[in-house]
């Protein structure tokens, strides 16, 4: 399949939207190179943010990440991340209480910031739940798999509460060619099992394409013509910023491999502006 160089593509835009996974990082880490792509939209007066659903940790948390690894200009103020809708409605839906959850400690930071009180579903005591307000599916670490799990299902159908998604994506890759169930899916299975809808926040949702758009308009105002979306997944990243108006760049790191990319563009009906094999440039 024919694909487009990176530099060519990005010179178009004034304001670049990058998924993570995938784009900037894979199972080894960053993508090497990577911080040449940044120093480029720095010399060009290109805006840009990552958009992701990871919801793993605050935007400081995330940020850090790639600042460890050089990459210095991703600072907080560029990380756009599913979890900061989720705070929001927490914010404004859940005045007090305590809000039980599925992710690490580092995760809870968007529970804890709107003011509430966490509690990981591992110390749930499923005599004793009346104070729980809200559920909220964070992350896929940080607690166990079966036990916690079964936890989760149990307490729903004891307690009928609001259940928050907070990161939509149902796996992840874990190597070129492996992937791993994300929170998302764990959070599919429960809603089978229990007949339930849950609240969900995070792409392919134009709900989080405007909360971007949003974030990008504070810092410089930007008409949507003038805006790509650069993902790896056609059901998340492509999809969503072509339901939302903006033009969209899939690349070949991450979960749609050259190999595939042709067939999954056919099959689906879901189809980018452009395909790049990633966002390096050399």
Same mark, same amino acid.
């Given at each position: 399949?024919?694909?487009?160089? &990176? ?10 939207? &990058?998924? +993570? ?11 090497? !190179? %990577? ?7 720095? /010399?060009? !007066? ?11 940790? $605050?935007?400081?948390?995330? +940020? ?13 103020? @560029? ?19 305590? *809000? ?10 968007? %529970? /804890? ?28 670490? $940080? ?51 229990? !007949?339930?809808? &849950?609240?969900?926040? $995070?792409?392919?949702? +134009?709900?989080?394409?405007? &909360?971007?758009? /949003? ?23 492509? %999809?969503? $910023? ?16 050259? /190999?595939?990319? @042709? ?15 990633? *966002?390096?440039?050399?």
């Amino acid at each position: 399949m024919k694909t487009k160089d &990176f530099r060519t593509v990005a010179l178009k835009y004034k304001t670049i939207f &990058f998924d +993570a996974f995938g784009v900037l990082k894979n199972h080894k880490g960053v993508i090497p !190179g %990577i911080e040449r792509t940044f120093d480029f939209l720095d /010399e060009h !007066g290109i805006n840009y943010f990552v958009v992701t659903n990871d919801s793993s940790r $605050g935007p400081s948390g995330l +940020a850090n990440g790639y600042i460890r690894r050089g990459i210095k200009s991703i600072t907080p103020d @560029k990380i756009i991340s599913s979890g900061m809708l989720a705070h929001d409605w927490l914010k404004l839906k859940i005045k007090k209480g305590t *809000v039980a959850y599925l992710g690490t400690g580092d995760s809870a930071h968007y %529970i /804890e910031t709107a003011g509430l009180e966490t509690l990981p579903i591992r110390e749930v005591d499923l005599e004793d739940i009346d104070h729980i307000k809200c559920l909220v599916f964070l992350d896929d670490e $940080g607690f166990d798999w079966n036990q916690d799990i079964n936890r989760v299902i149990n307490l729903l159908r004891k307690r009928n509460m609001p259940v928050v998604v907070a990161n939509t994506d149902i796996h992840y890759p874990v190597s070129k060619n492996d992937v791993a169930v994300a929170i998302g899916g764990i959070s599919d299975l429960i809603e089978e099992v229990l !007949g339930k809808s &849950f609240i969900r926040f $995070g792409k392919p949702d +134009a709900q989080m394409f405007m &909360f971007a758009y /949003e974030k990008a308009c504070e810092i410089k105002p930007v008409k949507r013509n003038e805006i790509l979306m650069v993902g790896d997944t056609l059901y998340t990243d492509i %999809i969503g $910023g072509n339901k939302f108006g903006v033009d969209t760049a899939l690349v070949l790191s991450g979960n749609t491999l050259p /190999e595939m990319a @042709k067939i999954r563009i056919t099959s689906s009906g879901i189809i980018p502006n452009y395909i790049c094999d990633s *966002v390096v440039i050399s």
